[in-house]
């Protein structure tokens, strides 16, 4: 298997832009990449494209907005975890010795999608979709049980939440650059309780793309090729509403394969961007991706440690909640926002001294499965 | 006279005033709800249908505020745990009270769930019992 670096990343504008196509988004995106790295269209060679929604030759029509064309391009959809499907996509390619330079594209118009509006349910002949599941309704029960087991309070929800505005209004590219008091979070309008809308995040509109390519390449275009040391992707087993629905036992199996792959430690993680889809999750996740002991995601929140400064920080982006969550993007995103920390071109949120990062997915409702159902872990290095 | 619909074949009858069904297998005995077309936990096949207990316990609950697909708020869903050793995701039935709490006993009612085309749409929910 060969080594695999990003040379290029890019971002579309995060936001509502329902008179956009998601090709001209998507262009948009892959136009900052080409730019990133200074290669040419004509050198990609191979294309991965994710969309939940609407989905139809979204890689084709993407690429024709640049000038790629008349090459491989495969279109997938894997929910939340979409973008990080196309990303491994592409990378599975490259390592492979199939190709040598490939581009992943994940892409979501939110505002134009059928479910514009409404709280996203599961696939369309699901039961528990119809009998009132949606995506909050499902983290609002698990913030039940966070309340019950741990003694976690909504405040500490909102806190998550405060903290990724925080950061969100440091990146220039984030859909909200607003602070917000734990106060004004929890007294923003309640979606299902205890959940409120400023612990969920925003429907988004946007893009991003990332652009691959093997070390012989990656040497020809910088000095500071950014690796890929693991990718890892894992569908849920069959424990639907398991047995503790504050775990998450695919994004912990998947977190063991990823540092294993990636022959690193928990502790030798700089910085972490995740799926905050809901502010509680967050806390959550901590625990599966073994940044603290189990059990310990409150306390290590509550420590600080999760802020731009603090010991690993936890989405410096802005996260899902204060960036935006155009849902298939989204994966493709976070590893970007890895990539810029590792080159030291993060700005007033860059993580100190970031020498490995880790971008993690996890999404997907699907009755009969555990919820999550698809989760994937990258971790890069400098 | 509006024509009543269920929701889905198969996963109650009208025994007993209202009970669920799900399915046992024959092998390591586990019980699933909806019914399992083969055991998920030892991939036995021998599946044979059970009634299920008329009552269990919230494991947790929310209150909808957001219209979901059926349902305009406030509505009310939950987790319901049943002896079988079943989780059970339900509507749960708004008293005017609202006075769930996680562990409290609760009990399944058939009951509509809401109007579609003119047709009214029977299924299951949980009330506290
Ligand atoms: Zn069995």
């Known amino acids: 298997m060969r080594e695999v670096a990003v040379i290029g990343i890019g971002q579309s504008v995060f936001g509502k832009f329902p008179n956009r196509s998601a090709a001209s988004l998507g262009g948009e995106a892959v136009a900052a990449a080409l730019a990133d790295c ?60 199939r190709y040598d330079v490939g581009l992943a ?25 119809h009998l009132g599941m949606t995506m909050p309704s499902v983290f609002a029960m698990v913030a039940r049980r966070q309340m019950e087991e741990y003694g976690a309070t909504p405040a500490d929800f ?32 309640m979606i299902c309780d205890p959940i409120t809308l400023l612990m969920c995040c925003p429907n988004t509109d946007g893009a991003a793309a990332a652009i691959l390519c093997c070390m012989d390449v990656a040497r020809r275009h910088t000095t500071k090729p950014v690796k890929v040391l693991a990718s890892t992707l894992l569908s849920g087993d069959y424990e639907y509403l398991q047995e503790d629905i504050c775990v998450s036992p695919v994004g912990t199996k998947v977190a063991k394969m990823a540092y294993e792959m990636a022959g690193v430690d928990p502790k030798d993680i700089d910085l972490v961007e995740m799926h905050d889809a809901f502010a509680n999750e967050e806390i959550l996740r901590y625990e599966d991706l073994m940044l603290c002991e189990p059990t310990k995601g409150l306390e290590l929140l509550r420590s600080g440690a999760t802020k731009i400064g603090g010991r690993i920080p936890v989405n410096p982006s802005g996260g899902l909640l204060a960036l935006g969550h155009p849902l298939s993007a989204s994966g493709v995103r976070t590893i970007c926002e890895v990539v810029l920390h590792l080159r030291g071109e993060a700005g007033e949120r860059q993580t100190p001294k970031a020498t490995v990062g880790l971008a993690q997915m996890l999404g ?19 | 006279m509006v024509d009543a619909v269920i929701v889905r074949e198969g996963l109650f009858d009208d025994a007993e005033g209202g009970r669920l069904l799900g399915n046992k297998c024959a092998s390591c005995g586990k019980v699933y709800f909806p019914k399992a077309s083969f055991c998920f936990s030892c991939f036995g096949t021998n599946v044979e249908e059970v009634a299920l207990s008329k009552r269990g316990k919230l494991y947790s ?55 579609e085309d003119g047709k009214l749409i029977i299924g299951y929910k949980f009330k506290p019992a």
């Open chain 1, 105 to 129: 594209i994940g892409v979501e118009s939110m505002t134009t999608s059928p479910i514009a509006g409404k709280l996203i349910p599961p696939e369309k002949d699901d039961l528990d979709g």
């Open chain 2, 61 to 115: 609950y929310t209150i909808g505020r957001m219209p979901s697909t059926h349902f305009q708020p406030p509505y009310a869903v939950g987790l319901v745990d049943l002896p079988e050793g079943v989780r059970v995701f339900a509507p749960l039935k708004l008293t005017e009270a609202d006075t769930f709490r996680i562990g409290m006993d609760m009990a399944v009612v058939i009951e509509e769930l809401w109007q």
């Open chain 1, 364 to 382: 997907g409702l699907v009755t009969g499965l555990e919820h999550g159902v698809n989760a994937s872990i990258h971790i890069l290095a400098r």
């Open chain 1, 38 to 97: 200074r290669i040419p269209p004509k050198d990609i060679q191979v294309t991965y494209a994710a969309r939940n929604y609407d989905t139809n030759c979204t890689a084709q029509a993407v690429c024709k907005e640049v000038g790629i064309r008349a090459l491989e391009m495969i279109n997938v959809e894997n929910a939340c975890a979409g973008g990080s499907t196309a990303f491994r996509g592409v990378w599975k390619e490259i390592a492979d010795g």
């Open chain 1, 158 to 189: 909102a806190l998550v939440s405060v903290k990724n505005h925080h950061h969100g209004c440091l990146n220039p590219q984030a859909q909200y650059k607003k602070e917000f008091s734990v106060e004004e979070i929890l007294n923003s309008r």
